[in-house]
């Protein structure tokens, strides 16, 4: 961070958005490794609600599932002790499969293509990076679009659960619960996709957050573990680290991206 903030002092800090554009331009330009880190608010602009916001997920809890806190319904212990409600809640929630990318999505899987971007860490787990044509892109809360049974650990599609007529959906091999490779509450982050966003965010140059007030979680975690010479933050919410940004976009995510992307 010492190289943000040193930078920072010599490039006085613009509120003309235009300015900042053109500086977020020479960011990247002189930039060898450029990383994106992406929350929820990414994902907003294609519908998909986030979690916590007055529109959010956890304050649009329906009639059944009112008396369950809404982290008890998306937590591992509601996954083994009841899993006829976790998989009810999941299936009527958290089902993205016909949900589009956005401006933002196709901005990033251009500028990874054009050798701009070196990839994206996201705490989402719909898809829609992918689906936009990313390609190095590592989903630290895991997937809904891969499932596994519990026992024999065979992998199945994203239709397997949201399709299945189950209650509980099971293993066609073993008879055994099929579950999503979701990072549930109370689980571990899957190392694999961890340890390659920690070491992108180690070796970044230039570090881009979005949609993400970065307040707890693994995102705030990999912030603070960047030492880069350029952060940028693009968050309609007012975000932490801020102080330490080199510019600070308050906007839609879709149109600053698109825009530095040359996006029509």
């Not at 300015?19 to 330009?29: A, D, G, V």
């Not at 994902?43 to 916590?52: K, L, Q, Y």
């Not at 369950?68 to 409600?85: A, D, G, K």
């Amino acid at each position: 961070m010492e190289g943000s903030q040193s930078k920072k002092g010599s490039m006085k800090r613009s509120e003309d958005k235009n300015q900042k554009i053109e500086q977020f331009r020479e960011i990247l330009e002189e930039s060898g490794s450029v990383v994106f880190l992406g929350g929820a608010g990414v994902s907003t602009e294609s519908g998909i609600p986030d979690f916590r916001s007055k529109d959010g997920l956890y304050h649009k809890t329906e009639k059944r599932f009112s008396k369950y806190r809404p982290e008890y319904l998306l937590s591992n212990t509601c996954l083994n002790r009841e899993p006829e409600v976790f998989f009810d809640y999941y299936r009527r929630k958290l089902d993205a499969r016909n949900v589009q990318p956005n401006r933002a999505h196709y901005a990033l899987a251009k500028m990874e293509a054009e050798g701009k971007l070196e990839g994206v860490i996201t705490q989402n787990i719909d898809g829609l990076h992918q689906k936009a044509g990313s390609k190095n892109v590592q989903e630290i809360h895991g997937t809904t679009w891969i499932n596994h049974c519990v026992s024999c650990r065979r992998e199945y599609g994203v239709d397997f659960i949201f399709d299945s007529a189950d209650p509980i959906p099971r293993c066609p091999e073993c008879g055994k619960m099929v579950r999503p490779d979701v990072t549930l509450y109370g689980e571990m982050l899957p190392q694999p996709a961890y340890e390659n966003a920690l070491s992108l965010i180690r070796f970044a140059d230039c570090l881009i957050v979005g949609g993400t007030s970065l307040e707890v979680g693994s995102a705030a975690q990999l912030a603070h573990i960047f030492h880069g010479r350029h952060l940028i933050i693009i968050n309609k919410s007012k975000t932490r680290l801020e102080g330490r940004a080199d510019i600070v976009f308050h906007d839609s995510i879709g149109e600053i991206l698109s825009e530095i992307a040359g996006e029509s």
